[in-house]
């Protein structure tokens, strides 16, 4: 067709030539006719026509005779070198063309590529992204573009693009109808299974039969016109995420092996753009619901730059830091944050804001959670915080951010403050049973954990109220100093501590204000404008109780610390008055038990030795456990006509019972004494009178000797024990030894025989009695000092007064001992030489002991 305006030329020519007969001038523009065909037909055809001039000129030199003449040899070859030049003409066209093609083709395919690979700057949606794809492809790639997304190896959702809606429709509804599976021929199940592209360079009945489901799906697939089709899979991070899938239709390029590596290249790069788009997507929803999380998290939450500033909170942040949205705390400087709160730490001293959790974040490091104390300056409402930092690296380990999570830890945090301060304060106050000792420390208990300042009221017996104790800490001194200048206890005004001490209620007074201030000070004007400037913020009152009576009062303020007292802090003030109370009643029961206790004791012992011709004697004694307790051990020297009776001994337990069991040996032994001469016997009427009844029987251990002096300045001493550890004789030859013999405990039998045993005590010898409390004295490991110790220790004592070796076993005792004394020690020694009527009596030891006078002669 494109060669035919040549060949109709050469007709023409041809035409003209024989009807007007003058062939020299018509055969020469046969040329023309190859040179229009060189114009716009292919080489081939170009020479054909150049062909058909060349043979148009030869019979045009039969019709004026001038065939193969040598003109119109001439004019033949002209046309030959036409026709020629026409066909070459045509060969540079057709290349020029086929090249400007094929510039065309690539640079359209450039662009195309170029097209894919702006994908990724596409909106970061999947759903716009995957529209972004399909409409990618055509026309240019296809009339028909799908992609088929890959859910957990099944295939899912369908987004399509065509040339023409009503293809489009008809392909939405068969993958509705027709939902593709995964493990099926379709060549979009096979590509999304095995990874690679499908092709197929033409499809028939029979291929679209392959993998019809049924024949309504064949018949929508076969009116559809599928003529050629390409598969590829969309492959990102390793994983098929969908297919791509490119139709034709009709009469359109057969898709071919160049087609399929720029559907893989496309493929490749709308991969990456589609999975981008999801992860961006999840980014953003996970954003989201994370910030849905921070905005609704109890726990403060913010973010720091490197430089310090705030580029993050959240809500519960924002309402922490007094601010009403996250904006207005991004928007306020951090320095005036800061500056509404007076920041401690856990002890109550000033934090170190450079010390934040945040900072050392910053820093590089992994800090440690800190423990925050915040007070509100403007409402004085306390606070307690735990602040956690993290830091945030980038790629090369330089921190880039700081996340500090603060929890409130404010009600935990009171309540185990309460529950501590109680039993601190508890500990504290039960400490002592000295009055005026727990009294300060009822108010060193308070301050600073519950306020800054502190004094307790107590009423004398008079009914007189005095200031019992104070505490304060430094900072709040001249608080405490212009209260106890002011306050007045003779107001009775409500809410007043004289007010309070009358009814026993406690007062709390949030804001101290000149109202609170003129009632404390009884309506005194000089005295109220010394309280209101003591800086006192807040105050409370609350009694000290011991059962049902009121025994004094304790006042509490904050000043420097701007704390507001509230309900919480009443309630543990209340108690802490109310343990007081007991500890202070307690203090004043035992003060009372220990005079009565005392006074107990010394009626038990001798009130004063006596003084024994020719005899030096020092006793020592110290009681175990609690002053208030009686102790068992007791000892006793007075005469007996010509001679003195020496008791010591020892009854089972302590407290009342055991009084009454030491005054009745010691007494029974007294009366027994006057009609018995015999040690002996003495114990026995002592055992008579403590198993007496069977049904108290009462254990005692005594030892009773019979101390005769000599002119000679000896003494003759009979003695017998009964269950008591042995005397010790202390001589200069011997050194020291036990005498007497073991004899019966007294108590434990109805009857018993205590046999007597004489001996001689020398001028400058010295006989030792002592209690079990002696040998029993417990040392490191739980040793005992025992009598083998006792021994060495007096072996070179003969030349000792009987002073002098009270005071050593005394010492050696206190020096030994580890741990609470366990048992009541006594100690009785006789030195024989001096014959003075005016013998000095060995008295006074370490504390504890009994200081003993002489007693005239009997």
């Given at each position: ?28 523009l ?11 037909a ?13 043979a ?36 540079g ?7 400007l ?29 995957l ?54 021929p ?20 029979e291929?679209?039969?392959?993998f019809?489901?049924?024949?309504e ?7 559809a016109?599928y ?5 590829v ?55 989201g ?6 905005a ?38 951090l ?29 590089g ?14 409402t ?11 830091p ?28 501590r ?7 504290l ?8 000792v ?8 308070a ?14 017996e008079?009914?007189?109220?005095r200031?019992?104790?104070?505490g ?14 002011a306050?007045?206890?003779d ?6 501590p ?11 007074i ?8 003129r ?16 800086g ?29 007292l509230g ?5 543990l ?9 007991i ?14 206790a ?25 009681a ?49 004494a ?21 049904e ?6 005594a030892v ?29 030859a011997?050194?020291a ?11 434990a039998f ?20 002592y ?69 000095l ?6 504390s504890g ?10």
């Open positions: 067709m494109a060669a035919a305006p040549g060949a109709a030329i050469i007709a023409v020519d041809t035409a003209l030539a024989l009807s007007l007969g003058n062939t020299s001038l018509f055969v020469p046969l040329v023309i006719g190859p040179l229009a065909a060189a114009a716009l292919s080489p081939r055809c170009t020479l054909g026509v150049a062909l058909l001039a060349v148009c000129a030869i019979p045009l030199g039969l019709a004026d005779a001038s065939l193969l003449s040598a003109e119109h040899i001439g004019e033949m070859a002209v046309v030959a070198a036409g026709g020629a030049l026409a066909v070459l003409a045509a060969g066209r057709r290349r020029y063309e086929e090249a093609v094929t510039e065309r083709a690539a640079r359209r395919r450039s662009d195309f590529v170029a097209g894919a690979g702006e994908l990724l700057e596409a909106p970061p949606e999947p759903e716009a992204m529209r972004e794809i399909v409409r990618m492809a055509v026309p240019y790639m296809a009339e028909l573009c799908i992609v088929d997304l890959v859910h957990d190896g099944e295939l899912g959702e369908t987004t399509a693009y065509a040339t023409d809606p009503r293809t489009l429709e008809m392909l939405l509804e068969s993958r509705t109808r027709y939902p593709l599976d995964a493990g099926g379709h060549p979009v199940a096979v590509a999304a299974r095995t990874g690679r592209p499908h092709l197929q360079h033409e499809i028939g009945a291929r679209l039969r392959a019809a489901v049924d024949d799906h064949l018949r929508l697939m076969l009116g016109g003529a050629t089709s390409l598969a899979p969309l492959v990102a991070r390793g994983r098929t995420i969908g297919v791509l899938s490119f139709m034709r239709f009709g009469g359109a390029p057969r898709y071919d092996d160049t087609d399929a590596e720029l559907a893989s290249e496309v493929a490749r790069r709308a991969a990456l753009a589609l999975d981008n788009a999801r992860l961006f997507a999840e980014l953003r929803r996970t954003e619901q994370l910030e849905a999380v921070l609704n998290l109890a726990a403060a939450v913010t973010v720091q730059a490197p430089d310090g500033t705030l580029v993050y909170v959240n809500q519960a942040a924002a309402e922490m830091m007094g601010c009403s949205s996250p904006d207005e705390m991004l928007a306020t400087p320095a005036d944050l800061l500056g509404a709160f007076v920041i401690l730490d856990e002890d109550g001293r000033p934090y170190d804001l450079g010390d934040l959790p945040g900072r050392h974040a910053l820093a490091e992994e800090p440690r959670p800190a423990l925050t104390h915040t007070i509100v300056k403007a004085g409402e306390e606070r307690w915080a735990v602040t956690k930092a993290t945030v690296r980038d790629e090369h380990g330089a921190v880039v951010l700081a996340v500090n999570i603060i929890e409130d830890v404010t009600d935990a945090r009171l309540a185990e403050r309460q529950q301060f109680l039993s601190a304060a508890s500990m106050v039960s400490s002592s049973l000295d009055i005026d727990t009294l300060d420390k009822v108010a060193s208990a301050v600073p954990e519950l306020a800054d300042w502190c004094c307790v009221d107590l009423p004398d008079r009914g007189a109220v200031r019992a104790a104070l304060a800490g430094e900072a709040d001194r001249d608080a405490l100093d212009r209260m106890r200048e306050l007045s206890m107001a009775d005004d409500p809410g007043s004289a007010h309070v001490l009358r009814t026993g209620r406690p007062v709390l949030g804001d101290f204000d000149e109202a609170a201030a009632a404390w000070a009884g309506g005194d004007e000089q005295a109220t404008a010394v309280l209101q400037a003591s006192t913020r807040s105050a409370m009152v609350v009694p000290m109780t011991a059962g049902d009576r009121v025994i004094g009062v304790v006042t509490l303020g904050t000043s420097h610390s701007a704390r507001r309900e919480a802090e009443l309630a003030a209340d108690e802490l008055g109310r343990r007081a109370g500890a202070v009643e307690n203090a004043r029961l035992h003060d009372a038990r220990s005079q009565i005392t006074t107990l004791q010394r009626s038990l012992l001798p009130p004063r030795l006596p003084v024994v011709p020719g005899v030096t004697i020092a006793a020592r004694f110290r175990a456990g609690e002053t208030s307790d009686v102790g068992g051990d007791f000892y006793d020297l007075f005469a007996v006509g010509d001679a003195w009776m020496v008791i010591v001994g020892d009854v089972t337990g302590k407290g009342p019972g055991a009084a009454t069991i030491t005054s009745l040996a010691r007494y029974t032994m007294r009366t027994a006057m009609y018995e001469r015999s040690p002996g016997a003495v114990l026995a009427r002592l055992n008579a009178a403590l198993s007496a009844d069977p108290r029987r009462a254990i005692c251990t009773c000797a019979r101390v005769e002096p000599a002119v000679d300045g000896t003494l003759l001493v009979t003695l017998a024990r009964g269950g008591h550890p042995p005397p010790l004789l202390i001589t200069a011997a050194g030894e036990t005498v007497g013999t073991p004899g019966p405990l007294l108590g109805d009857g018993g025989t205590w046999e007597e045993r004489h001996l001689v005590v020398n001028a400058g010898d010295a006989l030792v009695f209690t079990d409390g002696v040998t029993d004295t417990r040392g490191e490991g739980g040793e005992l000092f025992g009598e083998d110790r006792l021994i060495e220790l007096l072996h070179r004592a003969a030349a000792l007064d009987a002073d002098e070796v009270a005071s050593r076993i005394d010492e050696a005792l206190q020096a030994f001992e580890r741990g609470q004394q366990r048992d009541d020690v006594a100690l009785l020694v006789l030195r024989a030489g001096g014959g003075d009527d005016t013998s009596v060995g008295a006074g030891a370490l002991t009994r200081t003993e006078a002489p007693l005239p002669p009997p």
